[in-house]
């Protein structure tokens, strides 16, 4: 079965800051654990380069939006790599493969004539590259994300007629309440609907920085509906000499911001049914991350450095502290003392030294061999049923809670270490059996969580199943006493080192 997930692309007018980092992280952690369960996955991620936002920030550098748009796709590009994302295409809206694919969608919806010619008048957010209703605006001519005064502006445009497909998307909606997650979004959208569609400009006519209309050159495409098709462009061009449309297509999870909401869950699938394309299976809408109580922004200024993170903190850290600190679905706040907590308490105390802890009390009492021992009962029902309860998580894009029940299993092994306390039963050569059914079940713990981690903190869980002398990262395995002892364990290099508070960045 093929899973294929998305991130929405980024938009190269500035550099890349932790809501970037976060969205992809997340969508890696669903592409990395449903490769554990055998499935063909497909992840997208890319760049948005085309539009008024980026032409208006490339005048302000004095270079072209071109070289702006090279320049910036390359950082996105290493914040992908540097998150450990496994991507299976980077996509560029300035691929000439994905501009003839937009320029053949929108000539479809020409077409079929769901495209005529208009005028529209309406309050416009350079920085959002979106027109804002008198309803959305703030303090009476405010756009309310990013707080700047907007201008009526007045342009002759093509007009798509979203207004048609009021009753398909209604009957969408009705159809599939998973459609659109979580509920809260999914009802968002929904009285958006109900509100009355009004038809959307497709075009631009004041730019040159897009693609032309093959109708009409004097405008180019709206950034949005270019930037859109890009989930489907890909598929044709992403693998040298195959088109993988009709294998992935319908997307299975479009990942995105709550702040692009309208255009994924209401003018994306009308824009599919208009081209008589099938809709996406799911689309599933994260909150904000925010500091200061205030959602990370480029334009706004308040952003956390991803690359400073990681140097200090490590990816995996990022990658655990983003999706632990903030549950997906919601907004939240994040901050540097933030990562320091949870770096602190958690992975380098409850999950760092546990491992730690187990491979030196084995190799101390049993000569570095994981004994041959019975699952502890102790620890058998913990376990029941934990592998098919984290696939549950992760069907209903629940990420942070299928992190919640990992934990609650890392916290456990860390109370078990406690209980049997196992240096004073090494001390009692009547209780050799126990001490090895209690080294075995830690080993044994360890394994089958961190097998379960992996997608979450990849390069640790290597490192900690490679001690373990079993690096199989299947789903199949990941079920406690699948694996028995006997396995030598090797040296473990300290996964989550103290950070030092005076070396820490702002």
């Keep these: 079965m ?6 929405p692309i980024y938009y190269v007018n500035a550099e890349p800051h932790l809501g970037h980092a976060y969205t992809t992280i997340a969508a890696d952690v669903l592409a990395r654990h449903m490769r554990q369960r055998g499935e063909e996955v497909f992840f997208l991620t ?102 700047i005064v907007l201008e009526r502006e007045r342009e002759d445009n093509w007009f798509f007629r979203l ?3 009021q009753e398909p998307l209604e009957r969408l909606y009705a159809e599939r309440p998973q459609w659109v997650l979580p509920s809260v979004r999914y009802n968002e959208a929904l009285s958006f609907i109900a509100g009355g569609l009004n038809d959307i400009s497709i075009s631009r006519s004041r730019i040159s920085w897009g693609v032309p209309l093959p109708w009409d050159p004097s ?31 319908p997307a299975s999870l479009h990942l995105i911001g709550k702040d692009i909401l309208k255009f994924h869950a209401v003018i994306w699938p009308a824009m599919l049914m208009a081209a008589q394309l099938p809709v996406p299976e799911r689309v599933f809408i994260h909150g904000y991350l925010l500091l200061n109580e205030e959602k990370m922004s480029k334009s ?18 990022l990658r655990y502290y983003v999706l632990r600190e903030v549950s997906l679905g919601q907004d939240g706040s994040v901050s540097p003392e933030g ?20 491979l030196a009390m084995i190799a101390r009492f049993r000569d ?59 001390k009692d050569p009547s209780a050799a059996a126990q001490l090895d059914s209690v080294l075995y079940g830690l080993a044994e713990g360890i394994r089958v969580v961190s097998v379960l981690l992996h997608p979450f903190v990849p ?41 030092e508070r005076d070396h820490q960045a702002a």
């Design 46 to 147: 890319g760049t948005d380069e085309h539009g008024e936002p980026v032409a208006l920030a490339a005048e302000r550098l004095g270079t072209t939006p071109r070289e702006l748009a090279d320049r910036n796709s390359v950082h996105f590009r290493n914040l992908v790599e540097r998150v450990d994302a496994t991507n299976d295409f980077f996509i560029r809206t300035t691929d000439a493969e994905h501009e003839e694919g937009v320029r053949r969608i929108v000539q479809r919806l020409y077409d079929n004539g769901h495209v005529y010619a208009g005028t529209y008048e309406g309050w416009y957010c350079p920085r959002c590259a979106d027109f804002k209703t008198e309803a959305e605006l703030e303090d009476g001519s405010r756009c309310p994300t990013h707080h």
């Design 300 to 317: 706004l200024g308040n952003v956390i450095d991803p690359f400073q993170v990681m140097d200090l903190y490590g990816t995996d850290a």
């Design 219 to 249: 405008q180019v495409v709206y950034v949005w509906f270019d930037a859109l098709l890009n989930y489907y462009t890909a598929l044709s061009y992403a693998r040298p000499g195959e088109d993988l449309t009709e294998r992935l297509w």
């Design 459 to 499: 390069r640790s869980a290597e490192k900690l199943l490679l001690a373990l002398g079993h690096e199989e990262l299947d789903l199949h395995g990941a079920r406690f006493g699948a694996v028995g002892g006997g396995a030598r364990v090797g040296e473990l290099p300290q996964l989550f080192p103290r950070i």
């Design 339 to 358: 990562f320091e907590r949870r770096y602190t308490s958690e992975l380098a105390n409850e999950y760092g030294n546990l491992a730690s802890r187990t």
């Design 368 to 426: 570095g061999v994981v004994p041959e021992a019975a699952p502890p009962a102790e620890l058998s029902a913990d376990f029941d049923g934990l592998a098919e309860r984290i696939g549950e998580r992760f069907d209903s894009v629940d990420v942070t809670g299928a992190l919640e029940e990992l934990w609650k299993l890392v916290r456990r092994l860390n109370a078990y270490v406690q209980e049997q306390a196992p240096w004073k039963l090494a």
């Design 163 to 165: 207004s048609a497909f």
């Design 2 to 7: 093929a899973f294929y997930v998305t991130t």
